[in-house]
């Protein structure tokens, strides 16, 4: 987020390996075993992983006033034991520019551009084998001006499109999610903020839309609340209403809460709790998917050339069925740790483990996937 001061200067928080000079690049090569490399419930395969991934980034303050960043991400992974294609090659493409028109007043634009043929997050219930690359495009707009001394409004939008590269997938889920809103923000102290939110979110399918396409309106109120000097909490809370093109409206309590917490350099402890309406990946069966997300994360630097981390994520979720179908209880659970050694400005030498594990009711939706690997990137 944005924030305005007696300068005009619009910035982003740059890695410490790109600082000071408006190019850099990097190469990542690494090595892992992935025990499920196509997400299935059964029959899952597994496979050495061998991965190069080259990488280029631009940050340059262009003006007092402007802000850009650009940045290209290549991944290629050849599998040793993949049926089919062993070679992928994914492509990541950012972009952000931000600028100020006054001390009063700024936007902020980003477009990020992912080709993804080994999606890292499968989706349940597909069948064994089944091709998952996608393209996803998301767009994100905010503009934040100062009504008064203490009071501040912010007009943002999200735009996101998804496009799979297998024909069933791709008519069952390509589809365009928008989302649109306004909100004020007021400071009761100079730590507090209490804001007002409205939102709006369409959801558009490029296929069957008249019976899958669905539209919601959110009402929120929240804070914003810096607790102490390396502390932080934000908070939304208020009510959705959804009408569905081809199933009955419903509303539902949406909250969403995070914290964070620096206790030394270069370490800190975010975490926070989501309840929401999220797309279903069998449509076809499901209106929607109910989400409670738990989330932490964590960096401690063990030392000046050592940094650990880890992160998990719990979702207790339902599926709400079509008419004629049972709702489905699932249990999603994604943890993943890390353990990286920096002996010099430009190396980095890491050890990954990342753990996936999703029950259910259906049981053709179940996961249990693991991967783990060494890899090591220089920066230039």
Known sequence: MLTTSAAWAVYAPIPEQEQGKEFSASV??????????FGAATSAISSQVYSFEPSLKFNSSLTDQTFFSASYRLTIDNFSDRPGDKTLDSHDFNVRLAHAFTPATNIDLSDNYTIAKNPESLLAGIPVNTDQSSKRNQLDGRLVTNVNEKT???????????SY?????????????????????????PELKVVGEFRRQDVNYRSDGGSKDKQSNFLLSG?????????????????????????????????????KYDFAEKSYLTGGFVHTLEEAS?????????????????QHSLSALIVASASITYEPSTLLGRAGQADVDEDTTRFGCALSYLPTQHWTVSATFDHDRAKSDDPSRGLKRQRYGVNAAYSF
């Open 165 to 189: 590269d297998n024909a069933m997938l791709g008519s069952s889920l390509d589809r365009a999610e928008n989302l649109y809103g306004v909100a004020l923000s007021y400071d009761v102290v």
């Open 282 to 298: 069998n449509v076809a069966q499901f209106t929607d998917t109910r989400v409670n997300r738990f989330f932490l994360n964590l």
């Open 28 to 37: 990542r090569m690494g090595l892992a075993h992935d025990s499920n490399i």
């Open 152 to 162: 501040n409004a912010i007009v943002k939008f999200r735009t996101i499109n998804f």
């Open 223 to 259: 804070f914003d609340y810096e607790v102490a000097k390396q502390m932080t909490a934000s908070g939304r809370f208020g009510y959705e209403w959804r009408s569905r093109d081809g199933a009955g409206d419903t509303s539902v309590p949406y909250v969403e809460f995070s914290g």
